[in-house]
């Protein structure tokens, strides 16, 4: 094959630097090997309900050896001050889509090859990152093969700089369900964005697929979606007996299970079947909430993402449906999602985002917990800690301590007063890796 010079000079950017037209990260670097410390007006740890002023946060190669105030300033230390800022955990979001790239996903789909969404989806991971999203959980994506298992694996051999990355390879849905295409007529044969499974025996041999290609989690689409054409979120799709084989397919091989469940029945149903989470939960009930804490089950709520399309719009007119139903539900959603987070649910923030619209809008999913009943610190904890805890990485991320991960991210000023600081990102550290440093001295 030859290439115009142009074009290989583009495609050789693209390969090296794994952006595309984006503002670039560096080359993954060796790991540090000596001690430095970050400093800054602000520490929220993830853990304690206070902040801790003045903080400083030793680091040594890839992880946090000590916390604590100036003291630990000792000669010899190279020194990140980071001013009138905010030094915060890496934020977690635990429902991210890196290959959606637009509204109109499902005939994107049909668009582009596989291998473009590895390319299009590693600048996704990359933009989260640098928004300071530094572990990303993918409930499954609109692909036909892997492309995001793929970026993780090129992510952890070190051939780029990128986010944590955990996930679903597909969601699994039955037959014209959110997974499937369903606007085209019967003599059209196109393999669907999802992995289409009926019944028990067919459930079983998808999970085992997933697993074979590197998924660490199971993603079952048990109700019907807002976001697909040809169903209805009110709809429950999956039997108890296919969500439970599921769910015992996976367990056999240490595998969770996320549920996407709007309709009261299915998020009753997936609760009792043992899955980790339930996604969305948008019709919750009194039911519903007691057996969430009754099971420890997580809810992830993803309240935002109605809110962002209610107020920007669909650009192609595939989301329309979706605005319909978020105008309708908005209240009744939040208002459940309050009485859960009175009644002692474990939640997590997660998007629903990926690659479209800009990452620094997945912040705003901390914002809506906050309305919805959460204090500004337990929004950030559902941000940080309890994504750690739902992925059961809590002994790696989600709260600066010593021993964990110097994953670590600053904001100006106080979020603690005003939330949409977590918009503007300034300082991203993975892994004890400095891949943001905005401002004066970088």
């Not at 390969?15 to 520490?43: C, E, I, K, N, Y």
């Not at 208002?335 to 985002?353: E, L, P, T």
Request: hydrophobic share 45%.
């Amino acid at each position: 094959m030859r290439l115009l010079p142009g074009a290989a000079a583009a495609l050789l950017a693209v390969l090296v630097t794994g952006t595309l037209g984006a503002q670039p990260l560096p080359d993954p670097p060796a790991p540090s090997t000596g001690r430095h410390a970050l400093r800054a007006a602000r520490l929220i740890d993830g853990r304690a309900d206070t902040v801790r002023r003045d903080g400083v946060v030793v680091v040594e190669g890839e992880r946090i050896v000590a916390v604590g105030g100036p003291e630990l300033l000792t000669p010899g230390l190279e020194v990140i001050d980071l001013g009138d800022a905010t030094l915060l955990p890496g934020l977690v979001d635990v429902h991210s889509h890196p290959l959606i790239a637009g509204d109109d996903y499902q005939t994107d789909h049909l668009r582009d090859s596989s291998a473009f969404k590895a390319l299009r989806g590693l600048k996704a991971v990359q933009d989260n990152l640098r928004a300071g999203w530094t572990t990303l959980r993918i409930a499954g994506d609109a692909d036909v093969f892997y492309a995001h298992l793929d970026i993780r694996r090129a992510i952890d051999q070190g051939l780029f700089v990128g986010p944590r990355l955990t996930g679903a390879g597909h969601y699994l849905s039955i037959t014209g369900g959110g997974g499937d295409i369903n606007f085209l007529g019967p003599e059209h044969h196109v393999v669907a964005d999802g992995k289409i499974a009926d019944g028990p025996e067919e459930m079983r041999k998808a999970v085992r697929e997933e697993i074979k290609y590197g998924s660490d989690w199971i993603k079952l689409l048990v109700t019907g979606a807002f976001m697909s054409a040809g169903d209805h979120p009110e709809d429950v799709h999956y039997s108890e007996d296919e969500v439970r084989m599921a769910v015992e397919e996976a367990a056999r091989h240490g595998v969770p299970v996320m549920a996407h469940a709007h309709a009261t029945a299915g998020i009753k149903l997936a609760i009792r079947a043992g899955v980790r989470s339930i996604e969305h939960g948008t019709f919750l009930d009194d039911e519903a909430i007691r057996l969430l804490v009754e099971h420890g089950t997580w809810l992830v709520p993803t309240l935002y993402i109605g809110d962002y399309y209610i107020e920007h719009g669909s650009p192609t007119g595939a989301q329309d449906k979706m605005i319909e139903l978020s105008k309708k539900y908005k209240a009744q959603h939040y208002a459940w999602v309050g009485k859960a987070i009175q009644a002692g649910v474990k939640i997590a923030v997660g998007s629903d985002f990926g690659a479209y619209p800009a990452p620094v809008e997945n912040a705003g999913e901390i914002e809506a917990l906050h309305r919805a009943g959460m204090t500004p610190m337990q929004a950030l904890q559902a941000a940080t800690r309890a994504g750690a805890e739902l992925l059961g990485w809590q002994d790696r991320i989600g709260t600066i301590e010593p021993g964990k991960l110097a994953d670590l991210i600053a904001v100006p000023g106080d979020p603690l007063a005003d939330l949409s600081a977590l918009r503007r990102v300034s300082f991203v550290m993975l892994g004890g890796r400095v891949v943001r440093r905005d401002g004066a001295g970088r």
